[in-house]
C-alpha cells in the first residue's frame, strides 16, 4: 500500500507532494474518452462527416494547391504546421500561479475549445472548396467581413511571429545585464587581466562574497564584466578579493551550442528536400533515416563548438540573434517549398512526435516529484514571469496554443482542407492533432513543476528585477520549506551545478521558459534512462541541447509557415492597389513583402522583451481563436445546425470574455509604462492590440446580426456544399 501510495503522492512538512506519472496516465485517459466521443459527436452531428462526398483535392487536383493525400502523412505535416512555442512556453511561465490552474485549463480548454475549432474550421473549409478563413467569412458574411478578417489575421500573426521569435531569441542570444556592487575572489594563482579594460573576464572558479568575504555562491563558469567607471578595477589583495563597481554591466554570452545545432538543420533540411525530389526521388525512408542521424550528429557535434576557433561565429548577441531569425524568416518564405519548408516540416513532424512520445515515457517511468506549489498564493494577483495580472484571466492568455489557438485556424482551412482525401480524415486530424499538442502543453507544465521552485524562479526573474521580487520568492520558499525537495540530488538545488550538467551554459535570469523547459526535461529524461539501469548522468548536457533543439524546431517550422502566410495576406491586399502583387510568383512582390512582414515581426522582438510580447501574442492568438469560433458559429447557423451552435458559442463566449478583460487590463498599464518604454514601443503596443480588439468587435457584431436574422426567418438557410 505504501509502496503504491508513494507512486501517486508524499506528504512532507504538511504538504502534499503529487507525482508526475499518475497525472500522466490521467491526462491520457481524458484525451482518449475525449477523441473517442466528443469528436465522435463533433463527426457525425455538427460537421455530419460524409465519405459520399467529394473533397475539394479529390474535385480540383491539380498537383500542385490541390492534392489529396494520406491521413497520416498530412497528420504530420499539419502536426508540424501548428505546434509553435505556445504549449511549450506558455505552461511554464504560467507555473507562477501554480501548476493547477494550468493543467485545468488545458485539458477542458483543448477538448471543448482547441479541438473543436480545428476540426469543425477544416470541415467549414472543405465544405467551401478549400476556401481560408477570410473567404469562408465573405461567404458566410459578405465582403466587409472578409476585408476585417484579412486586416486581422495579418496584424496577428505578425505579433504571434514575434512571439514566436522572441522565445529564441532569449534561449539562444547573449545579454549585457545591469549589476549591482558586487565582490569577487579570484581563483588561487590568477591574476586581474587589464588588458581588455573597460572589459574584464572573470575565470572559471571564482566565488562571490559578501563585504565579509563569506562565499555567497560559486562561479564555476567564467564571465565577463564592463565597468561603469574610467578607472581600473583595484588590485586584489591577500584575499584575492576584487570589487566590481555598481552600474557595471555582465557580459552574458549566446548558447554556440544550441546555435549551431540549430543553424545545422538548415543545411540538412535541404539536402533532405534535394535528396527526396532530385537526388532519389521518392526515397522517403532513406531521407528520413538521414535526416534524423544527422540531425542527432549535430546536437552532439554542437558540444565541440565551445571553447573552439568557431565559437565567435555561433556565440551571438541578441541583436545578431534577431537579425539571423529573420533572415531566416525571409529566406524561408521567398524559397520554393520544396526546397525547404516541405522537407523541414516532413523531417520536424518525426522528431516532434518521436520527441513527445519519449517524453511521455519519460514522465511515466521518471515519475518525478512536482515540488512547486499546485496553487501559489504568493504570486496569485502578478508575479516575475506573467506581470500584468492575476490567474484570472491571465492563465488563460498565458497558455493559448496548448489548449486553443486562433492561428491554427489559419492551417486549418486554406492549406490543409486542399489535402483532405476524405471527410472521415477531418476527425483524426483536426482534433486528434490538437489533442497531441494540449498534451505536449500538459508534458512542459509537468517538466517545468519538477524542478526546484528557487531554481525556476532564479532562471525566469530578469536580473534587473531581482530586487522587486527577490522578497515574495524568499517568503514563498520560507512557506514551502524543504517539502518536496529531499528527492533531488543537490546538484539540483543549487543553479551553478545546474549550469555546469548542462554543458556550462548561463542560465540565471534566462528569461522566456525556453531554457527552464530543457533543463526539466533533461532531468526528467536522465532520471527515465537511469530507472532503466542505464547510467547517463554524464549526457545531461547532451539531453538539455537535444532539448533547446526539440524547441526551436517547434518554432522555426510555424515561423517560416507563418511568414509566407503573411507574405500571401500582404501580396493579395496590394494586389489591390497594384495587380502584379497578387500574383505569388512575381518574385519583386515576393521579395518586397516578405521584407515587410519580416522586418515588422523583428522590430517587435528588437525593441520588446518576453513579458510584454508574449501577453500581446497571447491577447491576438485568442482574439483570432474568437474570429475563427465566430466565423464556424456563423456557418453552422446558415446551414441549419443552430442546435448545434453552442458547441462553438460557448467556447468563443469564454474566450472572448477572457481575452477581452485581459487586454483591458494590460492597455492601461502599457500607457502608465510610456516614460519607460518610450513613445515607439508604447504606441507600437497599444495601437496594434486596439486594432485587433476593433476588428474582432466589428466582426462579432455582424456576425450577431446574421445569427438573427437566421433564426427571424428574415434571412434564408443556406445549403451546405461546396461553393
Known sequence: MFASQALLYEVVDGRLILHGMPIMLVVLCILALAYRYYSAFLAARVAVLNDARTTPPCRLNDGQNYHPTNKWVLFGHHFAAISGAGPLIGPVLAVQYGYMPGLMWLLIGVVLAGATQDMLVMAASVRRGGKSLAEIAKAELGPFAYRVVSAAILFIVVIALAGLGIVVVKALGGEERPTAQIRVRLPEGVALDHSKMPTYHFPPGCEIVDVKGNKLSDRPQGFEVRISTDEAIAAPGADRIVQIPE??????????????????????????????????????????LLGAVLTLAAVVAG???????LEPYFSLTRNQTTFALAAYGFVASVLPVWLLLCPRDYLSSFLKIGTIGLLVGGVLVANPALPCPMFNETFASRGPTFPW??????????????AVSGFHSLVSSGTTPKMIDKESDIRPIGYGAMLIEGLVGVVALIAASSLDPKIYYEMNIDSAKVATWRPQVD????????????HLPVERRDLNKVEELVGGETLSGRTGGAATLAVGMSFILTDAFKGLGISVETLTKYWYHFAIMFEALFILTTIDTGTRIARFLLQEALGNVYAPFARTDWMPG????????????????????????????????????VIALCVVTTWLINTGRSRYAWVTLVPMLFVATTTMTAAMQMIPQFLRLAGEWGELKTGLNVSLMMFVILCVMALVIQAITRWIAVWSGVAAVRNDEAA
Do not use: H
Open 247 to 288: 552600474k557595471s554591466t555582465l557580459m552574458v554570452p549566446g548558447s554556440s551550442w544550441g546555435t549551431f545545432t540549430i543553424a545545422a538543420t538548415i543545411p540538412i533540411a535541404l539536402l533532405i528536400g534535394l535528396y527526396m525530389y532530385r537526388i532519389r526521388k521518392g526515397a522517403v525512408v532513406e531521407a528520413s
Open 303 to 309: 558540444n565541440w563548438i565551445p571553447g573552439s576557433f
Open 389 to 402: 495580472g492575476g490567474v484570472f484571466p491571465f492563465v488563460f492568455v498565458c497558455i493559448m496554443c496548448g
Open 475 to 486: 517568503k514563498m520558499m520560507e512557506e514551502l520549506g524543504q517539502g518536496g525537495l529531499t
Open 590 to 625: 515576393s521579395v518586397l513583402t516578405t521584407l515587410i512582414v519580416t522586418a515588422s515581426w523583428g522590430l517587435l522582438i528588437a525593441t520588446g522583451s518576453i513579458d510584454t510580447i508574449w501577453p500581446m501574442f497571447g491577447v491576438a492568438n485568442q482574439l483570432l481563436a
